[in-house]
């Protein structure tokens, strides 16, 4: 019995695993195109402006990118404290 659960643990945490590494690679995937865009666009600016400061639209799309980045790499950490409370509940 004791050798079913602890499969079954290995098999969850292999799980587990996988999905955080396809989550992970999709947050990479996802703030590269975006700094990609960010340099197309800063491209664009600096040669249409090469004399101007960079606009605010440019900055506010900064900003937004960082959101997304931080929002994107803090998902596994939350889920992982969810499973953790979770499994602490279970064992009380």
Do not use: Y
């Not at 050798?3 to 587990?16: G, K, T, V």
């Not at 996802?30 to 666009?41: C, K, N, R, S, Y």
């Amino acid at each position: 019995m004791n050798r079913f659960a602890l499969r079954q643990q290995l098999l969850s945490s292999q799980s587990e695993l996988s999905r955080v590494f396809h989550e992970h690679d999709a947050a990479c995937s996802v703030v590269i195109a975006g700094l990609q865009m960010e340099v197309a666009a800063s491209k664009e600016v600096s040669e249409a402006h090469a004399s101007v400061s960079q606009p605010r639209e440019a900055v506010s799309f900064m900003q937004f990118w960082r959101t997304i980045v931080f929002i994107l790499l803090s998902i596994p950490d939350l889920r992982r404290k969810k499973a953790l409370t979770v499994q602490m509940k279970k064992q009380e």
